[in-house]
């Protein structure tokens, strides 16, 4: 894909779109030529066009270029999840281009027994990790993604979903709640700062058969806004390094990547707009 070149009209009709975003009162022409750079008929050519498909609208009384409404209705059918992946995409990719191992980010909803991948740079890293990609869904109680989520809650809310899991049917979930070791793993993370898989879980897909993936994780909570989001994790092959050395080369730097997805989500208004997210207990 690094190959295929670039439509750079369309390049520029974003520009004069995040041009237009950036001045609500609207903008002449002689303004969007000084915010853009842009020549005036190459101006004039494209918010012709914007305006024919409704991205942009010229107001009648003061003649001045402005974003349509129609782009709010076209975002606003856009879900959470969505909005969330593209926000944090950049921030994934700059985070594997450091440290080189794939990263997840993960998301919980409501009372699930389970975290669900929205992004991840898999596909970006260097280095083979075998493991599906796409929108997985990873189990609350092993993985180290689940015990950094959980060591974000108060206890009255870790029991709630320990409940919840404990009728659901995911085997790693069920075989970490009876063996009642959960909290130890929820209370390192907290300690540390970080979390690690669960010692029982070696790999397996959430609701599927275990299996060992040769894989390692360690994780830090997503919290915004006063919420817990999710987890942003890292993974690599268990035989390249240990965990000391992975949490020295990578913990601070995955805690900043966390904050940076996270303040980018409170400047767009995610928190605000889910009503199913976990609220973060005090630091």
């Not at 004069?16 to 969007?32: D, F, K, M, R, S």
């Not at 189990?139 to 979903?161: D, T, Y």
């Not at 070696?202 to 909570?221: F, I, K, M, T």
Request: aromatic share 6%; with cysteine.
């Amino acid at each position: 894909m690094e190959s295929v070149k670039t439509i750079r009209a369309v390049e520029r009709a974003f520009e004069v779109l995040g041009a237009l975003h950036g001045l609500p009162e609207g903008a002449t022409l002689a303004e969007l030529q000084r915010h853009t750079g842009l020549s005036k008929p190459t101006l004039l050519r494209l918010v012709k066009t914007l305006i024919g498909v409704r991205a942009v609208r010229r107001g009648m009384v003061d003649q001045r270029y402005r974003l349509s409404t129609q782009l709010d209705v076209i975002a606003s059918g856009r879900q959470l999840v969505d909005q969330l992946s593209d926000l944090a995409a950049p921030i994934l990719d700059e985070l594997c281009q450091e440290l080189e191992w794939p990263s997840d980010l993960l998301m919980h909803a409501g009372d699930d027994d389970y975290l669900t991948v929205l992004e991840s740079s898999l596909r970006r890293s260097r280095f083979y990790v075998r493991r599906r990609s796409g929108r997985l869904r990873v189990n609350l109680m092993g993985s180290a993604s689940g015990a950094a989520f959980m060591s974000a809650l108060n206890p009255r809310r870790q029991q709630r979903l320990v409940d919840v899991a404990r009728l659901g049917s995911d085997v790693h979930n069920l075989k970490i709640i009876a063996a009642g070791s959960w909290r130890e793993g929820v209370a390192e993370a907290r300690h540390k700062g970080y979390a690690v898989r669960h010692s029982f879980y070696r790999g397996g897909g959430y609701n599927a058969e275990a299996r060992d993936d040769r894989l390692w994780s360690l994780a830090v909570p997503l919290i915004c806004g006063g919420f817990v989001l999710g987890a942003l994790n890292i993974n690599w092959n268990r035989k390249a390094l240990d965990e000391a050395a992975m949490a020295r080369r990578c913990v601070a730097r995955l805690q900043e990547a966390s904050a940076a997805i996270a303040s980018a989500a409170e400047a767009y208004g995610i928190p605000d707009a889910s009503s199913s997210l976990s609220v973060a207990v005090a630091p």
